[in-house]
């Protein structure tokens, strides 16, 4: 319970068992550096403690695979999230997730994925559609796709562990989420994943233990900085991993779902553990609310 609590002072008694390996950092900020919490939900009063804001950015080396859909960050995909002391689970280092402020808890960028001018198994299809498919190609109209990662589950049921995130060793952030795959051929309802059956994705900065074909890899924390007179700390080059996770099939893609095998088919998907990774690459910025509050106008 002592080691909960201080994991949950901002990070700073924690943060010092990084910096003794690290050695310690002190870096100049810009002024704006407390805007990335502008999300924060302050005014949230947890069971334990103050709400903690925590921010997170994934850079243009993070991918998101699932069969054969992979979404490159070309734009950074932004976490904004509110962490307090989970006392009554009993397990050292889990936190609370609260919403962001605007509900903006992950940020929805739309990321170009793969054609699907090679891929679809026009077999699958209905006369209708693929009457109209070829039609689609005859015209000359793209068919590339537009990948966008949402979060499938309201917040509370991110998972949220600190003292793994620092000690790299099991799982440190869950996110359940689906992938919404656009283009005119598909509609605007076709998902990978979804509210029932989300894709669960336990990243750790340690090791993975995966089925094969996949082999493990390895996360790290990162450097550690502290800015604005240690009230924010920064982890300025965390990679986050998995590739133990299974990824399920396709739904609401055409009309009424009409396009579902075809795109299955086209994807690899359902794909089984063991045969998708994900990498979130970038920082992760924490400081209190009252720290925060005092320096944005909310």
């Known amino acids: 319970m002592q080691r909960l609590r ?4 901002c990070l700073v008694a924690a943060f010092a068992l990084s910096i003794v390996a ?8 810009a002024s704006n550096i407390w805007e990335k919490f502008n999300e924060c939900p302050v005014g949230i009063t947890p069971p334990e403690g103050e709400i903690q804001c925590v921010y997170g950015e994934a850079g ?5 695979q699932a069969g054969k859909v992979t979404v490159h960050f070309v734009k950074p995909v932004k976490l904004n999230i509110g962490s307090a002391e989970d006392a009554e689970t009993g397990i050292t280092g889990q936190f609370l997730v609260y919403a962001a402020q605007d509900g903006h808890t992950i940020s929805k960028e739309a990321e170009p ?6 891929g679809i198994n026009t077999e699958k299809l209905s006369e209708a559609e693929k009457k109209s498919y070829e039609e689609y190609l005859a015209a000359g109209k793209s ?9 499938a589950l309201p917040a509370k049921d991110i998972y949220l562990n600190k003292a793994n995130l620092i000690d790299e060793e099991g799982e440190a952030f869950g996110f359940p989420v689906m992938i919404h795959l656009t283009n005119k051929f598909l509609g605007t309802k076709c998902y990978v994943g979804s509210t029932a059956e989300p894709i669960v994705v336990p990243f750790t900065t340690g090791a993975t233990n995966p089925e094969p074909p996949n082999t493990s890899i390895h996360g790290t924390k990162g450097p550690l900085i502290f800015r604005e007179n240690f009230e924010i700390g920064e982890f300025s080059h965390t990679v986050l991993v998995n590739n133990e996770y299974a990824a399920p099939g396709v739904n609401g893609c055409g009309v009424n779902g009409s396009l579902d095998a075809a795109i299955d088919s086209a994807l690899g998907l359902p794909s089984p553990a063991g045969s998708n990774t994900t990498m979130l690459i970038g920082k992760l910025y924490q400081a209190g609310a009252s720290n925060v509050a005092a320096h944005i106008q909310y």
């Open 113 to 118: 994925a793969p054609s699907l001018t090679e």
């Open 60 to 64: 243009r080396e993070s991918f998101f």
């Open 6 to 9: 201080m994991v949950g002072l």
């Open 143 to 151: 068919t590339k796709i537009t990948a966008t990662i949402e979060l």
């Open 22 to 29: 690290a050695g310690p950092a002190f870096a100049k900020t």
